[in-house]
Antibody
Framework: EVQLVQSGAEVKKPGESLKISCKAS????????IGWVRQMPGKGLEWLGI????????TYSPSFQGQVIISADKSISTTYLQLSSLKASDSAMYYC???????????WGQGTLVTVS | EIVLTQFPGTLSLSPGERATLSCRAS???????LAWYQQKPGQAPRLLIY???SRATGIPDRFSAGGSGTDFTLTISRLEPEDFAVYYC??????????FGQGTKLEIK
């Protein structure tokens, strides 16, 4: 079964940093792009960026360039989303999702709720 | 920058009725790269449609979709109670590389 399992909920203070993990299983991790998506409370989906674990090629949304860092560790089939200098406005649910060849996201992690307060 | 606008914002219908949801792009989208998702409260989004009209694995055939260029549609032929949720369209290709519409909430009338 293809699965993405994300790290647990986080409560942080303003100014702190955070690294969320997304562990993949059930498919060839190196060969599929993994995207990250933010959903603020009661709001829609926002694409943050995407990484190809095979060579760590990464593309960011212009809206989030410089605000997030996406990385991958092939040895443990895990991608990461790093946020720094957290603000209350970073409070949101963050999802990782596996991209298909047709450029859609067919498998999603369960989400990681981040609260900055 | 491409913007996906979904309408209506909220659609109120009864089980058994037909639902038509729209997604309009501010510039042309390659049909191969238009997807639809369903999201229920407290859950991650679920892929329904990719390539503008192809159902994802396990999606019932009451869900259909189509369109091209700047106008795309998701249709649910006969609403089941479990279909009431928020629906998002998503494109790939134009800056930003991936983007989502703001969503349509399908609620029970």
């Amino acid at each position: 079964e293809v699965q993405l399992v994300q790290s647990g909920a986080e409560v942080k203070k303003p100014g702190e940093s955070l690294k969320i993990s997304c562990k993949a299983s059930g498919y060839s991790f190196n060969r599929h792009w993994i995207g990250w998506v933010r959903q603020m409370p009661g709001k829609g989906l926002e694409w943050l960026g995407i990484i190809y674990p095979g060579d760590s090629d990464t593309t960011y949304s212009p809206s989030f360039q410089g605000q997030v860092i996406i990385s991958a560790d092939k040895s443990i089939s895990t991608t990461y989303l790093q946020l720094s200098s957290l603000k209350a406005s970073d409070s949101a649910m963050y999802y990782c999702a596996k991209r298909t060849l047709e450029f859609a996201f067919d498998t999603w992690g369960q989400g990681t709720l981040v609260t900055v307060s | 920058e491409i913007v996906l606008t979904q309408f209506p914002g909220t659609l109120s219908l009864s089980p058994g009725e037909r639902a038509t949801l729209s997604c309009r792009a501010s510039q042309s989208v390659t049909s191969d790269y238009l997807a639809w998702y369903q999201q229920k409260p407290g859950q991650a989004p679920r892929l329904l449609i990719y390539g503008a009209s192809s159902r994802a694995t396990g999606i019932p055939d009451r869900f259909s979709a189509g369109g091209s260029g700047t106008d795309f549609t998701l249709t649910i032929s006969r609403l089941e109670p479990e279909d009431f949720a928020v629906y998002y369209c998503q494109q790939y290709g134009s800056s930003p590389l991936y983007s989502f519409g703001q969503g349509t909430k399908l609620e029970i009338k």
